[in-house]
């Protein structure tokens, strides 16, 4: 399916969860119907600091105004499970990290103790 996208932005100071709300509409060119793709940020202390992650959502809505005033219901929960992974990653990172032998001359940590945070991103 190919589809047109209007982006929307609404900004709300008042909002202290999300004071900035992104949403895409996309709509078939073909006649197949709209979607509203809600996007936000993830920021997360991780060992490597602070890392910014991507997070898109389906929003289920019958207008953009619709999709506005469900952001958060949708947003919440696939920011949550992102989160979730990551932690779960970093603490089998630990885990593995302090089960293992260090001897003189060891190279350094294989791949598998490098967190890919593409990985962790939400995919709608």
Known sequence: M??????YVQHDENDREFPIKQID???GVDGGGVRFIGRAVLNMQTPLGIQQLPVSFEVQADSIRDAFARY???ARPQIEEVRS?????????????????ITP??????????IHFEDFRSES
């Open 105 to 114: 001359g060891q190279a350094a940590p294989d791949s598998g103790s490098i």
């Open 72 to 74: 958060a219901e949708y």
């Open 25 to 27: 509409r996309l709509e």
């Open 85 to 101: 992974r990551i932690q779960q990653r970093i603490e089998q990172l630990r885990q593995g990290e302090e089960s293992r032998i």
């Open 2 to 7: 190919i589809y047109r996208k209007e982006e």
